[in-house]
């Protein structure tokens, strides 16, 4: 998880949790 992602997860969880979702997708 880049530092990027860290900062978004700490954020906002739910966001993070559905980017994650989507990169695995890919």
Not at 2 to 26: E, G, Y
């Amino acid at each position: 998880m880049d530092k990027r992602r860290t900062i978004a997860f700490k954020l906002n969880p739910d966001v993070n949790q559905t980017d994650k979702i989507v990169c695995d997708t890919l």
